[in-house]
């Protein structure tokens, strides 16, 4: 009986094991609940812009897996931040980027493809009918050939049968080329559509997605506030300087021309242009010995916001060393291989700015580079209005402030060197206003004058 009790005693032992490592493993592929957000905020600086998102969810007691999906494919994953609410705790944050579900086409690559069917069915038919044109030619041809080697053919019919043929095979050639007039109209017809939607699709790439561990001490329904930081968008400062009369202010503009390539529209967020760098490294700067004879030891540091992604199963050295410039590239914890497919030397960069890591190397062909100027403090300007910055890789006029400048006149005249005399207007109180440099448009009563920096 004692025996029995044991035994029955283990075997119980067993299931409750059993079932808590049951009721965990499930608890572990518990599929997430797909959570969608809406941008309602975009801090957007020269290089990179800051999306915050938000939104609300309803969380069941304990442990809750949630993903955010439709995200750029862009975003830097060390940037992301999430808050919520007091009762509820963040376990873990990772991204991961989904290539089955990408973005959703606009209504007007929607029209295109569209259009596109329509073209192509029209060609199709074109193409059916100048067949059967082709294989009516064929066989009045093989028709004419058998009735020729007929020897008991008069005159009259052999001149009945090549005036009906004369005319059948005008009116098939006729045909045939209208047809083909037609299907090479229609052929760069579609040519222009597939042009269009290659540029309309350019940005229609894999959207990333952020995956949340989340653990609530009760059931209730919580905000989520997201935001992290994303590549190929930002501003550059334009001016328009108005002077009419020659009185004592001039009207200065302050506008932004703004670009959005991350693969998703920011539409009536509100919008703060800001002269900061997101990415810039806080690492305090150390300057290492520099040895004037023999061998100098290298002061290896690491690129801030630079990330290496090797697609096959080789090793990568844990550091880089390039000449002139001492920096490491860490690699990723995961390398892998995409589909089976052996990717030598293929290496993937994710960075806003490259300048930092590569100052030492030549421009590349073809690349203007420009020098930018920015306020020594970051300024942020918040915009007033809400806008939309659809992702078209387009730019987007947006007002920053006007000022009216106190403006002094003097003429200026170098007879050596031109024989035209300038105005020169010599403003004042212009280094307090978060001026980035930028190309100023001239105008003198509405009247474009010229361009100036």
Not at 174 to 187: A, D, E
Not at 330 to 338: L, V
Not at 347 to 372: C, G, H, S
Request: net charge neutral; with cysteine; hydrophobic share 35%.
């Amino acid at each position: 009986m004692k025996n029995l009790f044991q035994i029955t005693k283990t075997i119980t032992i067993v299931l409750l094991l059993c079932s808590f490592f049951c009721s965990a493993l499930i608890a572990q592929n518990e599929a997430p609940t797909s959570i969608k957000t809406n941008i309602h905020a975009v801090k957007l600086h020269l290089q990179g812009a800051e999306v915050m998102r938000k939104t609300s969810v309803n969380l069941k007691a304990g442990r809750n897996h949630l993903v955010f999906t439709n995200l750029s494919a862009k975003l830097y994953e060390q940037t992301i931040q999430v808050s919520t609410g007091k009762q509820v705790k963040v376990i873990s944050v990772t991204s991961k980027q989904n290539f089955i579900e990408r973005r959703q086409a606009t209504p007007r690559i929607k029209a295109l493809n569209d259009s596109l069917e329509v073209l192509r069915d029209a060609i199709d038919l074109l193409e059916n009918e100048r067949g059967s044109y082709e294989e009516e030619q064929a066989l009045l041809k093989q028709n004419r050939s058998m009735k020729s080697s007929q020897q008991n053919l008069t005159v009259a019919e052999l001149q009945s049968m090549s005036e009906f043929y004369r005319k059948r095979n005008f009116d098939i050639n006729k045909n045939i080329t209208r047809l083909t007039k037609k299907s090479t109209k229609l052929n760069r017809q579609v040519f222009d559509h597939k042009l269009q939607l290659y540029e309309l699709n350019a940005d229609k790439r894999a959207m990333a997605e952020i995956f949340l561990v989340v653990e609530a001490e009760v059931a209730t329904s919580t905000d989520f506030d997201l935001r992290y930081v994303v590549s190929d968008a930002g501003w550059a400062a334009i001016y328009d300087l108005e002077a009419s009369n020659f009185s004592s202010t001039i009207n200065l503009e302050y506008r932004a021309l703004t670009y959005n390539n991350t693969g998703v529209d920011w539409n009536d967020v509100e919008l703060t242009l800001s002269t900061g760098d997101p990415l810039q490294s806080m690492l305090q700067p150390s300057l290492s010995v520099w040895n004037l004879a023999g061998s100098s030891s290298y002061q290896i540091n690491t690129i801030a916001n630079i990330n290496i992604s090797v697609n096959n199963n080789r090793a990568i050295q844990q550091q880089v060393i390039q000449e002139r410039s001492y920096y490491k590239l860490n690699k990723e914890d995961e390398i892998r291989t995409i589909l089976g497919e052996d990717f030598e030397e293929e290496i993937d960069y994710n960075t806003v700015d490259f300048e930092r890591y590569r100052k030492n190397q030549p421009d590349a062909p073809n690349v203007v580079m420009e020098t930018l100027e920015v306020p020594e403090f970051n300024a942020d300007f918040k915009i007033e209005k809400p806008y939309t910055i659809p992702s078209d890789r387009k730019p987007y006029s947006v007002e920053i402030k006007q000022f009216d400048l106190p403006t002094t006149y003097k003429y200026y005249a170098v007879p050596k060197l031109d024989k035209d005399a300038f105005l020169l207007a010599q403003v004042v109180g212009w280094e307090d206003l978060d001026l980035v440099s930028g190309p100023i448009n001239i105008y003198n009563n509405k009247k474009y004058i010229g361009q100036s920096r």
